[in-house]
């Protein structure tokens, strides 16, 4: 089985603000790591190839730090690595970004399964997989937590839609989005880094690609426009409560009184 | 649309090393001599706005190269309606009751899209139509039933080919996260997820605004030179109107031709195990990061209980392994309203406040002062939330005893 896992570097932290008067992003560091949801998706993977054979390629698609996660894939178990990186992508939306990696990922050649992170900790739209999908012309399932059983020519998986649990059977070619939680993930194993010492990672940049027109990449290629970015307003308004603890407990007690709470 | 250009003859190591500094993104690269983007810019033109004086420049693109759409060929607020085998998703209504703000706005008329069997179709009808829609537009085919996304993909292709709306809003539930990028991906339009406010200009453009950077920062996002617009927005985020006596007229579209092929087969569908929903509280008390263990939730679920309501808790507590997910408050959880919500120990991100600012009474407790909770509360404690909340505990057990 031949499966490609799309993974994502995500900043460290979530800390970032807009500092009010200038308007200027502050981000705490610069330290990244994988996108955490990607991790299921890598275990996911990690679990059908011991089960079935084949092979992992993992796209990642940023600038040359991202390198990092391929090699930390590669750490887990995956073959092979692959990163998409040209200043021609940057500024890119949920629509260029999907258009971009499904690219690169027929550059990969035939593949039976494409597994994606439900989504990621930075964007958080969970939009990019179905996308990618749809780029390749794929059915997908969101939210998978299970697979039950690989056939020829399908795929059975259990998968989560809000309140209730769906089993389907998918045909291969497919691309799946893969709940937290369901697997553990294992860790990058050193003795696995020692032995595939500096490894080379290819890097795919808007040359390598199928279609040539820029206008479908980058900031060119998306749709939406960030207008702008604010910090959130602030209401000052709300009603302070102080004093010792009992007078504390006092006035929330006259507040939910107030208001017909208790 | 257009790009970023760096005058070179205006770079220094100085300039490059305050560049480099300056951006969020790790968009530059200097090796000394050129200074160049890498693939992390994201054109957010900071560098423009507060770098060193004309070094990167903002250059439009010739209007001639941008996309051109008649944007006044594209009419129609329109809601995606969501259904399961027997009911339409709430989330449904909120919406219409939103789109009808923009279609007011701008002078269009409010639309519905029902994908769903002939039987489902005629129970949906009626409840759909009193919540203000002008047209209800109606795919029946029995295949229709349960979602599939293929054919509801196709349905929807064939609605925005015949109809052109100017805009449609999805639930952010499992299923509209999944159905959205999928019908955006078909028309390489752009789709927001997760819109906390929705407004509409006056040339119809919508205006989405989100929390970005999973935490403290909103960015507002328009989609200037495609339609149809979308977006997804939360279950519980906008406020459902009243319902009216029915005005629209609904409208049967022809389903013959739709490609009703499907790769996905559902082979069995069991409804999860009923467990108390965070988002039906009347009364949430939210546990923040200051509760390290399960043992430290007692007393917040004494509290609750207390107050007829339930414990929640931001995503830290999720990560950790206190509380499963189902009870998490936040873009990345659920969002609620309830009439009464007690934060304790919350900071306050975005991300958090998100899923909960619409509650009816919000009263928070925190050590800090500054913490950005207090902002959207309507009572703020500053306090030791293990000191209150026991004395607290106990006035309502007295009280209770008196009553």
């Known amino acids: 089985m031949k499966i490609v896992v799309c993974i994502k570097q995500v900043p460290g932290t979530s800390q970032v603000q807009i500092d009010p008067v200038t308007g200027v992003l502050i981000r705490d560091g610069r330290n990244a790591k994988m996108n955490p949801y990607d991790l299921y998706g890598l275990e996911t993977a990690l679990r059908l190839k011991e089960e079935q054979g084949g092979t992992i390629t993992t796209i990642a698609m940023g600038p040359p730090p991202a390198l990092e996660v391929l090699k930390e894939s590669l750490w887990m178990g995956c073959d092979k690595g692959v990163l998409v990186s040209d200043r021609k992508f940057g500024g890119a939306d949920v629509v260029a970004t999907s258009y971009t990696l499904a690219q690169a990922i027929k550059k990969q050649g035939e593949f039976d399964l494409i597994i994606c992170g439900k989504q990621t900790t930075d964007g958080d739209t969970a939009q990019v997989g179905p996308e990618i999908a749809e780029n390749l012309g794929i059915p997908h399932v969101a939210y998978v937590e299970k697979i039950l059983e690989v056939k020829e020519e399908s795929i059975v998986v259990r998968s989560l839609l809000d309140d209730v649990t769906i089993v389907s059977e998918v045909k291969l070619p497919c691309l799946f989005t893969i709940e937290k939680g369901f697997v553990t993930p294992r860790l990058p194993s050193y003795k696995r880094g020692r032995e595939l010492g500096n490894v080379e990672i290819p890097v795919i940049t808007f040359t390598d690609l199928e279609d040539q027109n820029e206008k479908h990449f980058g900031l060119k290629g998306s749709p939406t426009q960030v207008e702008r970015m604010f910090a959130p307003e602030k209401n000052t308004s709300h009603t302070k409560i102080t004093g010792t603890k009992e007078q504390i407990v006092e006035g929330i007690m006259n507040a939910l009184t107030e208001r017909k709470l208790v | ?403």
């Open chain 2, 1 to 403: 649309m257009g790009k970023l250009v760096i005058d070179q003859k205006k770079v220094s190591q100085e300039v490059a090393d305050k560049l480099i500094k300056l951006c969020p993104f790790g968009g530059f690269e200097y090796d000394g001599k050129i200074l160049g983007f890498t693939a992390g810019c994201r054109v957010c033109k900071l560098c423009v706005r507060k770098g060193p004086e004309d070094v990167v420049k903002f250059v439009e693109d010739d209007l001639a190269e941008s996309p051109k759409i008649n944007k006044d060929e594209w009419k129609g607020v329109t809601v995606f309606i969501e259904h399961d085998e027997t009911k339409v998703h709430p989330v449904a209504f909120e919406l219409i009751g939103k789109a009808q703000e923009l279609a007011q706005k701008t002078n269009q008329e409010v639309l519905a899209v029902l994908i769903a069997s002939n039987e489902q179709a005629k129970d949906f009808e009626k409840q759909i139509l009193s919540y203000g829609v002008d047209k209800l537009y109606i795919y029946a085919h029995d295949l229709f039933t349960r979602f599939l996304i293929e054919p509801y993909t196709a349905a929807m292709e064939d609605f925005i080919n015949k109809i052109k709306p100017n805009t449609v809003l999805y639930g952010g539930t499992a299923l509209g996260r999944s159905f959205a990028p999928r019908v955006a991906a078909r028309f390489k339009t752009g789709l927001t997820a997760d819109c906390t406010v929705l407004d509409m200009k006056e040339n119809g453009d919508l205006v989405q605004i989100r929390p970005a950077f999973g935490g403290n920062v909103m960015a507002q996002i328009i989609t200037p030179s495609h339609r149809p617009q979308m977006a997804t927005v939360r279950y519980k985020m906008f406020r459902k109107k009243d319902s009216v006596e029915p005005h629209g007229k609904t409208i049967y579209m022809d389903v013959d031709n739709i490609d009703l092929t499907s790769r996905i087969q559902l082979l069995d569908i069991f409804q999860k195990p009923k467990s108390a929903d965070i988002s039906e509280a009347d009364v949430i008390v939210a546990c923040g990061r200051i509760f390290k263990t399960p043992e430290d939730l007692a007393m917040a679920e004494e509290l609750a209980q207390l107050l007829g309501g339930i414990v929640a808790v931001t995503r830290p507590l999720v990560e950790e392994g206190i509380k499963d997910a189902k009870y998490q408050i936040g873009l990345s959880g659920r969002t609620v309203s309830p009439k009464l919500i007690i934060n304790l120990g919350i900071s306050g991100a975005v991300q958090y406040t998100a899923g909960m600012n619409s509650s009816e009474t919000i009263i928070s407790i925190n050590k800090d002062p500054n913490a950005s909770i207090f902002g959207v509360s309507h009572y703020g404690i500053v306090g030791d939330v293990f000191e209150i909340v026991p004395e607290l505990i106990k006035k309502l057990k007295t009280e209770r005893k008196m009553g």
